[in-house]
Every structure is written in structure tokens, then in C-alpha cells.
């Protein structure tokens, strides 16, 4: 396996030198001046936060980013895809909304937001590729279409894969909507009976004549292509996915879609481990975070990054009062991604994406002030 370098700065400052500065050092010294930009479409993919959240990086970080682009000659856009849930941001629309009201605009981020998959979640691409469980990833077509791929990472706990930082921001965050179907569920998308009010509209969507409307919508499994079209579809988010996909295959399936979006394509990434939250970005509630501030990383390789992030953040203390202090009675547990999802086993990710090449375990980290 090969080593890696991860560049690392921590969240100390001195006088005069606040951490956008020290960002600004980071990026620089980890290489990202030798990425040709010039005239060049340059997707960030970073994470908009749902209302409410408060843990979700600042655009201050992304406009550090995509000044940078802009003094290469590059075209930065900031980005991110629809959600498979309801919330703020499972479309175009309201996701533009929630992104606004998060402070992220033309101004604050430096460059135009443009929502990766479309209106409704449904302007994607499929891409073929040869994993153990896809054999196609949806992406989203904005995302697809770019040059080149600048990943910024909160790093923090999720409730499916333990962890959620460069590896989750790529392959479930550019996944469309069907695409998130795909990571999330083994199964077909089903009608929520209470909220649906018979419209009719998600008839003329399904391709495969799946659904029928009497008083209540209905989807026939035996017909129905799983291609999540009528989830985005639906007004009154009547139709979501089952949800029934193991953990593990989760992270197995989630590291395949970044292999696949990042096949031919240059990148680089960036996370900071800041208000490590236990549940990832999408929830509207952030709760205490589980330990201290830890800092920024930087790398060309999205798994070598995760992995330095996952090891930093197992050697801090808890925060107490926070739900990795409860749930492992105040003890320092020697798995803090463990003891805060008991369901989750994060290092199926590493796993899997060494075997899909999508990067080494292995590194070296270089820190800088
Ligand atoms: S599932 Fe949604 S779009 Fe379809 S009939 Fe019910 S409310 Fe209308
Ligand atoms: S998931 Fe696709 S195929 Fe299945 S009912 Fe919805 S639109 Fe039709």
C-alpha cells in the first residue's frame, strides 16, 4: 500500500494569523497549486447544512477555496445534491434557501452555488462502474460535468457509516437522488399513506407504469425499477425510500459512488475536525460536540485524509455532558465512533476503499503552523 501525504495545521492561531489564514497556508503547502485550473470548471463540494444546524462549515472556508481557483484562472462553483429526505434541502429550491439563510451567496463564498442534480433531484448521470455492489453510480449532472473536483469536509460522527467526512461528502453528497436511493435502501421506495393526498402526480413520472392512484397512491414491486424519480416528485413527500440497507453496506456501497465520480477526474481535498457533531450535517440539531477542536487537514487522497482525521480524533478527550460522554458512562472509550453509534463499523470504509483503489490507508502527516 502506498503512503500518502496529509498536510495538518492545528486550530491554535497566534495574533494576527486567524484560522483562514492558517486554511489559506494548508491548501498551499498540500499541493493545490499544481492542479492545471486555467479555464476550467472547478466543482467545491461542500455540505449546505439542513435549517437549524449550527455545525456545518462556515463559507468563510469556501471562499478561501475558491479565491484561490479564481487567482488560477479556474471557474469555482459551490455545489451539492438533493437530499433523499424531507428537510430543507430535498430540492433546488428550498436547497438554494437553506444555503442563504447559512450565509452561503455569491459574496460569502466567493463564487456561484449551483445545486448539483437539478430541480427536483432528477438531473443526473449514470456512470458505469464495476464494484461488488453497483454497477452504475447516479451522480448529479452539474457535478459530473465539471473538470475537476475540490472536496471541503466537515468532519464529524454519522449515524450509518460512524464517521462522515471526504469519502461520505463524495460519494453520498453527489449522489442524486435515485442515486441516494441506491446507497441507502436494498429496496423500492414506498408510499407513506397518511401524508399522500391522491393527486396523481407522481403518475406520469415512473417510466414502468409502477404506480396507480386510486385514493391513496400505490407501487407495485413487481414492476417498479427502483429508480427514485417519484420520491423528488411528490409535494407532499409521500414517497421515500425503504431505508433498509445494512451499515456496512452502506459505507461499502458510498465508497464505490466516490470512486466513480473521482474516476478521471483531478482533486482535492479538505477537511476540518470542528464541532464534531454525533450526527452528520443533515440533521437540524447538532447536539455537543464529542471532543475538543482538533484542526485542518489537506491531501490529494480522500481516504488517507479520512483515515488521519479518524486517528487524530480517537486521541482527543470527551467533551462530558456530550452523547459520547453518556453513552460510555464518562470512560474514554478506545472507539469514539463506536460507543457513540454501537451500530455502525466505520472501518468498512477503509476496507472497501482499498480494494476500489480509491486510496491508501497509509500516510504521512506533515504539520504546518
Ligand atoms: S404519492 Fe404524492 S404525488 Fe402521488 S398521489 Fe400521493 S400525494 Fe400525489
Ligand atoms: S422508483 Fe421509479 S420505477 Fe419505482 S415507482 Fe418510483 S418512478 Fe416508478
Known amino acids: 500500500m502506498e503512503t500518502s501525504e496529509v498536510y495538518f495545521t492545528s486550530m491554535h492561531t497566534e495574533l494576527q494569523d486567524g484560522l483562514l489564514d492558517k486554511f489559506r497556508r494548508l491548501m498551499d503547502a498540500a ?16 455540505h449546505f447544512g439542513e435549517l437549524g444546524n449550527l455545525a456545518f462549515l462556515r ?32 430540492n433546488a429550491v428550498e436547497h438554494l ?21 437539478g430541480l427536483k433531484g432528477t438531473n443526473d448521470i449514470e456512470i458505469p ?15 459530473y460535468d465539471s473538470d475537476i473536483m475540490i472536496t471541503l469536509n466537515h468532519f464529524k460522527c454519522h449515524e450509518l457509516m460512524g464517521f462522515g467526512g471526504a469519502v461520505k461528502n463524495i460519494g453520498m453528497g453527489c449522489a442524486s437522488k435515485r442515486g441516494k436511493m441506491e446507497l441507502h435502501s436494498s429496496g423500492k421506495p414506498i408510499v407513506k399513506e397518511k401524508r399522500c393526498r391522491g393527486c396523481g402526480r407522481c403518475l406520469d413520472i415512473c417510466a414502468h407504469s409502477a404506480i396507480t392512484v386510486a385514493e391513496k397512491a400505490a407501487i407495485d414491486h413487481n414492476i417498479c425499477a427502483g ?35 473521482l474516476a478521471g477526474k483531478p482533486s482535492f481535498h479538505m477537511s476540518v475536525i470542528a464541532d464534531v457533531s454525533p450526527f452528520c450535517d443533515c440533521h437540524k440539531e447538532n ?37 459520547l460522554y453518556t453513552n460510555s ?9 463506536k460507543c457513540t453509534h454501537p451500530d455502525t463499523r466505520w472501518q468498512a470504509t477503509f476496507e472497501h476503499a482499498i480494494k476500489m483503489k480509491l486510496g491508501s490507508s497509509r500516510y504521512e502527516l506533515i504539520e504546518i503552523d
Do not use: W
Not at 458512562?329 to 465512533?337: A, E, L, S, T, W
Open 31 to 46: 499541493g493545490i497549486g499544481s492542479i492545471d485550473m486555467q479555464k476550467k470548471f472547478v466543482a467545491i463540494k461542500t
Open 59 to 90: 463559507p468563510n472556508y469556501s471562499k478561501v477555496i475558491a479565491d484561490k481557483i479564481s487567482q488560477m484562472e479556474g471557474i469555482p462553483f459551490l455545489t451539492d445534491c438533493s437530499t433523499l429526505y424531507v428537510g430543507k434541502r430535498k
Open 97 to 117: 434557501c437553506t444555503a442563504s439563510l447559512n450565509g452561503f451567496n455569491s459574496v460569502s463564498a466567493g463564487c456561484q452555488i449551483i445545486i448539483g442534480d
Open 129 to 143: 462502474f464495476k464494484g461488488d455492489h453497483i454497477t452504475t453510480a447516479k451522480i448529479g449532472r452539474e457535478i
Open 227 to 261: 429508480c427514485g424519480r417519484c420520491i423528488g416528485l411528490c409535494p407532499f413527500d409521500a414517497i421515500a425510500a425503504s431505508m433498509d440497507e445494512a451499515a456496512e453496506v452502506i459505507c461499502r456501497k458510498v465508497v464505490e459512488y466516490a470512486a466513480a465520480v
Open 287 to 323: 447536539d455537543l460536540p464529542i471532543i475538543p477542536n482538533v484542526g485542518m487537514l489537506a491531501s490529494f487522497d480522500p481516504v488517507a485524509l479520512d483515515k488521519a482525521c479518524v486517528d487524530l480524533s480517537q486521541k482527543q478527550p470527551m467533551i462530558a455532558g456530550s452523547r
Open 329 to 337: 458512562n464518562g470512560i474514554k472509550p478506545d472507539d469514539i465512533f
